[in-house]
């Protein structure tokens, strides 16, 4: 049984905003503050009710602002704290939610913090990062090479996961405990009503073993963050690279207080190699079992579980599950079907709402991620150009980066000038204006599936009853509550006769334009839910 504050939590619907990419209102071809504001009315017409921004907080944004110099000031080229209050202000009049990016685990190298820690072993903010004399472990930073960087200054090494310019944070020490519980009081005194968590397990080190994982201080850290009175309302996302049930339960359950819920990625990684960029084919059914065992162990132990396939870090989703070349509207519908129906908070990426797949481009220029970079500079003499730009054009983080196109004009809609990285190379082919002309939408489509979540409980709360089998090309699942009770039909790549076990069934939606009622032959990737 979940308390009240679970429960709603469990009304959540979550879009996430990459700001430099979303929509420019200056002119200047960088996405801003004020292009969320402006958006706000479709937004709402979408059927979301919060919005998680990723970073714009001061940054030299070496990765688009992950790199933070201020927490508590806006970075310019995004607006000012002037925008984000009267974006608060703006959402929560229409009963939006807003969500923003905590980077607990670094800073930037031009924070405050680090530029005073490094000038000796002995100031205020020394022991504010991890400085050794020699590396510590075999640490390798998660973007290729050492973890380790040789300070000058202060003739030490300094740990950075990520890019040299981005040190963790010395969470040992209370005093930097305190500034971050500074940092989430700020802004939800301002009004923000909760946090996604920036690879928040990785705040607790243990170095005695070479391989990165949870130290042992995860929990009291997380839970002194989040579990004090100031911070209890809020909703939590953490972004958790972690496989165990256990840690799932321990970090997630509602009496511990630490985290609302979190990302787990199984599903995420099944179609790419573990870290790495490279294609394998996967097939809806294998998809299907992850969600069952993952909904299994949210019904088991009470979790919210984030129903999420698109985020700034992948490619898109349908662009590495079905055939998204022939079938788009009817794979895009699909997947959003099997994951949206399903108990656990939805969270949508930009432009994912109407169909964007990944982009293509025939050269290093056309991409900016710091990562990508990074990995065309290890490898290529390794792999070659052409095997590396292959490799990015199927996993960059770039993919899900490319400007929104919101309408086939130069610059899509985006901006009135070249943006900072090149348009999606798809643009009109797919855009929201092309999509929204077409008897096809996927925007409508997933409009009437969210109406459908929020005017029927038993999508938010209902007990899950699988009826199809593990051989099945097919999903087939109840949901029920009280006396209330759907049933959602999902087929996947082959046609296949799929009969239900009731004398009757009314259709609520479809993405086959042509069905009428339950009857039994279905298309590829053709989903129906029906009330019984
Ligand atoms: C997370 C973010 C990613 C960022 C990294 C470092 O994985 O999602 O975009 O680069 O953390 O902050
Ligand atoms: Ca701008």
Same mark, same amino acid.
């Given at each position: 049984m979940f308390g009240k504050k679970y429960n709603d939590f469990l009304k959540l619907v979550v879009y996430q905003v990459y700001p430099r990419s979303f929509k420019d209102t200056n002119s200047d071809g960088i996405g801003d503050l004020r292009g969320?504001?402006?958006?706000?009315?479709?937004?709402?017409?979408?059927?979301?009710?919060?919005?998680?921004?990723?970073?714009?907080?001061?940054?030299?944004?070496?990765?688009?602002?992950?790199?933070?110099?201020?927490?508590?000031?806006?970075?310019?080229?995004?607006?000012?704290?002037?925008?984000?209050?009267?974006?608060?202000?703006?959402?929560?009049?229409?009963?939006?939610?807003?969500?923003?990016?905590l980077v607990a685990n670094h800073t930037s190298s031009e924070h405050k913090w680090f530029k005073e820690s490094k000038k000796s072993k002995d100031n205020p903010y020394s022991d504010y990062y991890y400085w050794f004399d020699e590396p510590q472990a075999t640490y390798g930073s998660i973007w290729?090479?050492?973890?380790?960087?040789?300070?000058?200054?202060?003739q030490q090494y300094y740990l950075h996961r990520y890019h040299t310019t981005?040190?963790?944070?010395?969470?040992?020490?209370?005093?930097?405990?305190?500034?971050?519980?500074?940092?989430?009081?700020?802004?939800?005194?301002l009004g923000v009503d909760g946090f996604r968590c920036d690879v928040i397990t990785e705040i607790s080190k243990d170095f005695s073993?070479?391989?990165?994982?949870?130290?042992?201080?995860?929990?009291?850290?997380?839970?002194?963050?989040?579990?004090?009175?100031?911070?209890?309302?809020?909703?939590?996302?953490?972004?958790?690279?972690?496989?165990?049930?256990?840690?799932?339960?321990?970090?997630?359950?509602?009496?511990?207080?630490e985290l609302s819920t979190m990302f787990q990625f199984e599903h995420i990684l099944f179609g790419k190699k573990k870290g790495g960029y490279m294609p394998e084919p996967q097939s809806l059914t294998a998809l299907r079992d992850i969600l069952i065992r993952w909904q299994e162990v949210?019904?088991?132990?009470?979790?919210?579980?984030?129903?999420?396939? +698109?985020?700034? *870090?992948?490619?898109?989703?349908? /662009?590495?599950?079905?055939? %998204?070349?022939?079938?788009?509207? &009817? $794979?895009?519908?699909?997947?959003?079907?099997?994951?949206?129906?399903?108990?656990?908070?939805?969270?949508?990426?930009?432009?994912?709402?109407?169909?964007?797949?990944?982009?293509?481009? +025939?050269?290093? *220029?056309?991409?900016?991620?710091? /990562?990508?970079?990074?990995? %065309?500079?290890?490898?290529?003499? &390794? $792999?070659?150009?052409?095997?590396?730009?292959?490799?990015?054009?199927?996993?960059?983080?770039?993919?899900?980066?490319?400007?929104?196109?919101?309408?086939?004009?130069?610059?899509?809609?985006?901006?009135?000038?070249?943006?900072?990285?090149?348009?999606n190379s798809n643009y009109k082919e797919i855009n929201l204006k092309k999509d929204r002309e077409s008897k096809k939408s996927i925007f409508e489509f997933y409009k009437s599936l969210l109406k459908l979540r929020k005017e029927n409980d038993e999508i938010i709360y209902g007990e899950l009853k699988v009826l199809s089998q593990p051989e099945d090309g097919y999903w087939l699942f109840e949901r029920e509550l009280g006396d209330k009770k759907i049933v959602v039909c999902c087929n996947f790549e082959n046609e296949n006769k799929i009969t239900l076990p009731y004398n009757s069934a009314n259709l609520l939606i479809t993405n086959n334009?042509?069905?009428?009622?339950?009857?039994?032959?279905?298309?590829?990737?053709?989903?129906?839910?029906?009330?019984?």
């Open positions: 969320i504001i402006e958006k706000l009315d479709y937004l709402k017409e979408l059927g979301i009710n919060a919005i998680w921004i990723c970073p714009c907080f001061k940054s030299p944004q070496v990765d688009n602002g992950y790199d933070i110099s201020d927490y508590c000031d806006i970075q310019p080229e995004l607006g000012n704290m002037d925008d984000i209050k009267e974006l608060i202000e703006k959402a929560h009049k229409l009963g939006i939610k807003i969500l923003m990016d290729g090479g050492s973890a380790w960087e040789f300070c000058e200054e202060r981005m040190p963790d944070l010395n969470w040992t020490n209370p005093k930097v405990r305190k500034e971050i519980y500074d940092v989430v009081d700020f802004w939800s005194g073993k070479n391989q990165m994982g949870m130290g042992p201080h995860i929990h009291e850290y997380i839970n002194g963050l989040f579990g004090r009175p100031e911070a209890e309302h809020l909703f939590t996302v953490g972004e958790c690279w972690v496989w165990s049930k256990e840690e799932y339960c321990k970090l997630t359950k509602e009496e511990r207080k949210s019904y088991e132990n009470d979790l919210l579980y984030p129903l999420f396939t +698109d985020n700034h *870090d992948q490619p898109s989703f349908i /662009s590495r599950v079905g055939d %998204y070349k022939n079938k788009r509207y &009817e $794979l895009a519908t699909c997947i959003a079907t099997m994951f949206y129906t399903l108990r656990g908070i939805p969270f949508l990426f930009q432009g994912q709402e109407f169909g964007t797949i990944s982009p293509h481009y +025939d050269s290093i *220029d056309d991409f900016r991620d710091v /990562s990508a970079i990074n990995y %065309y500079n290890y490898n290529k003499d &390794e $792999l070659g150009e052409k095997t590396i730009l292959e490799h990015l054009n199927f996993g960059s983080r770039d993919n899900a980066r490319r400007p929104v196109a919101w309408d086939d004009s130069e610059f899509n809609g985006f901006s009135d000038v070249a943006p900072w990285i090149p348009l334009l042509e069905r009428k009622d339950a009857s039994c032959d279905y298309s590829a990737y053709e989903v129906a839910i029906y009330r019984i």
